[in-house]
């Protein structure tokens, strides 16, 4: 079993910066792909960025790429995303994930969810 625990959301202008943090604990949970979602309100959810066990692969989705960088430590066991350049419609609830595959990360599942974190942009 993973636990995870997202943090960092909040409130910010447009143009602005956030940092997300997911705290995994757990059985190995450093051996575990991970990934960041988000979710809109009146919209499925849909896959943000990834990240490999070892963190060595990244991957983004297209509305991200460039502005948003994921990164772990898996000395503290947990996973970042550092979102720059925020616009409204990055608004949304942001859920970590986790798996064994990096594969099931990227084909939009998961073995392991947190709970969300709300993230707010205003224009």
């Known amino acids: 079993q993973v636990q995870l625990q997202e943090s960092g959301g909040g409130l910010v202008q447009t143009g602005g910066s956030l940092r997300l943090s997911c705290r995994a604990s757990?059985?190995?949970?450093?051996?575990?792909?991970m990934g960041w979602f988000r979710q809109a309100p009146g919209k499925e959810r849909e896959f943000v960025a990834a990240?490999?066990?070892?963190?060595?692969?990244?991957y983004y989705a297209d509305s991200v790429k460039g502005r948003f960088t994921i990164s772990r430590d898996n000395a503290k066991n947990t996973m970042y995303l550092q979102m720059n350049s925020l616009k409204p419609e990055d608004t949304a609830v942001y859920y970590c994930?986790?798996?064994?595959?990096?594969?099931?990360?990227?084909?939009?599942?998961?073995?392991?969810w947190g709970q969300g974190t709300q993230v707010t942009v205003s224009s």
């Open positions: 990240i490999s066990a070892i963190g060595v692969g990244t």
């Open positions: 994930a986790a798996s064994r595959s990096l594969q099931t990360i990227m084909g939009q599942a998961a073995e392991y």
């Open positions: 757990g059985r190995a949970s450093s051996s575990y792909a």
